[in-house]
């Protein structure tokens, strides 16, 4: 399958999960590779998170995990994180990789 820009679907894409500390970035991160269920994580510190949540907007230093995987892992990658993850809930926002 091809994108209008020409690009290919490689099969691969990046996720999007944010974490609170370094301490739950490194350990959600060792635990994807470990599983095979991620062949390599970025951890990204330095952001800062604006958002609703009960009633109210919040805002808190956050980091962000780039987790790099194959799309068919998706269905088993989605509930493990959400298993291992200490918000009530988190974010896993996926996008394929196209061409590259």
Known sequence: MSSEAGGQDTGAMVVYV???SMEVGE???GKLVESKLAACVNIVPGLTSVYWWDGKVNKDPELLLII???TSLLPELTPFIKAHHPYTEC??????IMGG
């Open 18 to 20: 944010t974490v609170p």
């Open 27 to 29: 350990a959600l991160a």
């Open 68 to 70: 790099k995987s194959r």
């Open 91 to 96: 974010e896993v926002i996926a996008l394929p």
